[in-house]
């Protein structure tokens, strides 16, 4: 008898339980419902009203402007960091640079005694005023009218450089500084003893190296490659009208110029050509400052000549273009005599810029990728925007030179 009333009171349990589920149940779907007819509401009013009903019924917030001040968008500011050169180049702790140091330096950068034939100096193939640091020449010319095979670069900001020579091969300017001079093509000395003979031949240097080596005033190899490379760590022009508008002067560059700016960052020049100094081999790059040339075939370098190198590219420092427009004719073989065609040729090779197009397949999807040749003007603007890389002292002095030569 228990038993039966324990099974109909839970039976009477489930049937309750059951009645509750199904109430539940109906009013979540009541609420599901409203929801439902809320919204569908609400979008027939956002979809009846005008377009511009928010905008005339909102409340302006904006801080008053006078009706004379007319708001113009502005573009945001480029991610690349534009800088200029500091007055100073660093120096090795091993030779720190001083002034007596320099003045040494740049009597034997003078010096036609340190060749062979007592012919030429450091200064004969980088003339620092005439041709801004260069001699203006396709290939250098050495003793006995020898023809190098290379263009000689800008001593010019080489301080900055990490790498010296067209193929990088010294890492300092003390390394660089002896080479000349044992080049049988260049200055022909046939150790560096004989260097330092010619250099102890003139009595004058004597209190010149006690002043600059008090602690070792001896006539060294090693202090004469010291002087020149501290002379030439003096040899700094950070006066372009490049500098003057990083510093501030927002006049210093003209609309061309600055939309040639524009243009060298836009085109891709910066990838290789960045930093104060304008180039990957910088002291204030940490990356490689190699690049291969040309990097891209192209019909353009075979008409300069561009592919000497065992019929292909080469691997070059990337040169600085710090007064790039006062050092050609350009390139390592010194082929080229205009800086548009060194624009043009630079656009092609390295940035791939040309007027043909190519198509990529991928995963059965067909792209198109077009990267133009640049048009005339837009050479004309980043030629204009170079030649505001040129020193105005050394422009000065080139635009002499040329009046009187």
Request: proline residues 7%; hydrophobic residues 40%; glycine residues 6%.
């Amino acid at each position: 008898m228990m038993t039966d009333v324990r099974e109909s009171t839970a039976t009477q349990a489930g049937v309750r339980n059951r009645r509750v589920g199904h109430w539940l149940m109906l009013v979540a779907v009541s609420v599901m419902l409203v929801i439902l007819g809320i919204k569908l509401a609400v979008y027939s009013f956002l979809n009846s009203v005008p377009d511009d009903f928010f905008a005339r019924h909102a409340p302006d917030l904006r801080p008053a402007v006078p009706d004379a001040v007319v708001m113009q968008e502005v573009e945001p500011v480029p991610g690349y960091l534009w800088q200029t050169l500091p007055a100073d180049a660093p120096a090795p702790l091993e030779n720190p640079t001083t002034a007596a140091k320099v003045a040494l330096g740049e009597k034997l950068f003078f010096d036609k005694n340190l060749s062979l034939d007592r012919s030429l100096a450091c200064a004969s193939c980088h003339e620092l005023y005439s041709y801004a640091g260069t001699d203006g020449a396709p290939v250098s010319t050495g003793i006995n009218g020898q023809k190098g095979n290379r263009n000689a670069p800008t001593v010019w900001n080489a301080a900055f450089q990490k790498r010296l020579f067209w193929d990088g091969r010294a890492e300092s300017l003390e390394q660089q500084a002896i080479k000349p001079f044992l080049n049988p093509i260049e200055m022909g000395m046939l150790s560096p003893a004989q260097i330092v003979e010619r250099v102890k031949e003139q009595a004058a240097y004597q209190p010149d190296f006690a002043a600059a080596f008090a602690d070792e005033p001896d006539i060294t190899i090693a202090n004469i490659v010291r002087a020149i490379a501290s002379y030439e760590r003096s040899l700094i022009t950070n006066d372009s009208p490049y500098d003057d508008y990083v510093r501030g002067d927002s006049a210093a560059l003209t609309e061309q110029q600055l939309s040639g700016m524009v243009l060298f960052e836009k085109t891709g020049c910066v990838h290789c050509h960045f930093g104060p100094n304008f180039s990957a081999a910088s002291i204030y790059n940490s990356g490689l400052p190699f690049r291969v040339f040309p990097a891209n075939p192209d019909p353009i370098t075979q008409q300069y000549g561009l592919n000497t190198e065992s019929d292909g590219p080469a691997v070059w420092r990337v040169p600085s273009l710090r007064n790039v427009a006062l050092t050609g004719p350009w390139f390592h073989n010194g082929a080229v005599d205009d800086l548009h065609d060194v624009v043009r040729i630079m656009a092609r090779t390295q940035l791939a810029r040309s007027q043909k197009r190519s198509f990529q397949w991928s995963a059965k999807k067909l792209g198109i990728i077009e990267n133009p040749d640049l048009t005339d003007q837009q050479v004309e603007d980043i030629v204009a925007f170079l030649k505001a890389l040129s020193s105005r002292r050394l422009t000065a002095a080139e635009q002499q030179h040329l009046t009187t030569r």
